[in-house]
T-cell receptor, first 112, second 113 residues
Framework: KQEVTQIPAALSVPEGENLVLNCSFT??????LQWFRQDPGKGLTSLLL?????REQTSGRLNASLDKSSGRSTLYIAASQPGDSATYLC???????????FGPGTRLSVLP | GAGVSQSPSNKVTEKGKDVELRCDPI?????LYWYRQSLGQGLEFLIY????????KSGLPSDRFSAERTGGSVSTLTIQRTQQEDSAVYLC???????????FGPGTRLTVL
């Protein structure tokens, strides 16, 4: 059974810092991994999707990497801004299952 | 184009009543997912549709929960005889296919008194 964890659970940084969020999964047989952000009281916004054959994906100040063999993905946020404050979730689509399995999220606060 | 929409945005009901939650996926998306997010908790998978069929119902917490999808489009999640522990935000997502990116709706906040 796929299990997904995220470290840290919460992170507070001053504006302008570069930061890394971590996602780990137990079953490396995956189709893809997706990163989302969730603002309080809102739904999820898709940030990046990495297919199992890819090593990384970039979108603006965001870069996500995937090391499937070690069961890890990182989300790198460059030059953080207060508007980046949200909860960041990763989700894994396993080959053995039909659904995505979500991690518990990392709550990010970027202080002005 | 239009994103995933859900209705109602908020629903308050009394314990024991039945409720229906609706999801309108992005046009052309064949995969549709329902999740539940309780206060302070992560996302809990409920059910997955590919077209009109539901190959994975493993996440439905009890037989009070059911879902259907008609015409490969709109889906309805029904909770019968609601209980207070059913209170949560119910999120729907759609995808062009089961291996593609998911797009989420804004959710329905259900409160059972």
């Amino acid at each position: 059974k796929q299990e997904v964890t995220q470290i840290p659970a919460a992170l507070s940084v001053p504006e302008g810092e570069n930061l890394v969020l971590n996602c780990s999964f137990t079953d490396s047989a995956i189709y893809n991994l997706q990163w989302f952000r969730q603002d309080p009281g809102k739904g999820l916004t898709s940030l990046l999707l990495i297919q199992s054959s890819q090593r990384e994906q970039t979108s603006g100040r965001l870069n996500a990497s995937l090391d499937k063999s070690s069961g890890r993905s990182t989300l790198y946020i460059a030059a953080s801004q207060p508007g980046d404050s949200a909860t960041y979730l990763c989700a894994v689509k396993s080959i053995s299952g039909q659904n995505f399995v979500f991690g518990p999220g990392t709550r990010l606060s970027v202080l002005p | 184009g239009a994103g995933v929409s859900q209705s109602p945005s908020n629903k308050v009901t009394e314990k024991g009543k039945d409720v229906e939650l609706r999801c309108d996926p992005i046009s052309g998306h064949t995969a549709l997912y329902w999740y539940r997010q309780s206060l302070g908790q992560g996302l809990e998978f409920l059910i997955y549709f590919q077209g009109n069929s539901a190959p994975d119902k493993s996440g439905l917490p009890s037989d009070r929960f059911s879902a259907e999808r008609t015409g490969g489009s709109v889906s309805t999640l029904t909770i019968q005889r609601t209980q207070q522990e059913d209170s949560a935000v119910y999120l729907c997502a759609s995808s062009p296919g089961q291996y593609n990116e998911q797009f989420f709706g804004p959710g329905t906040r259900l409160t059972v008194l």
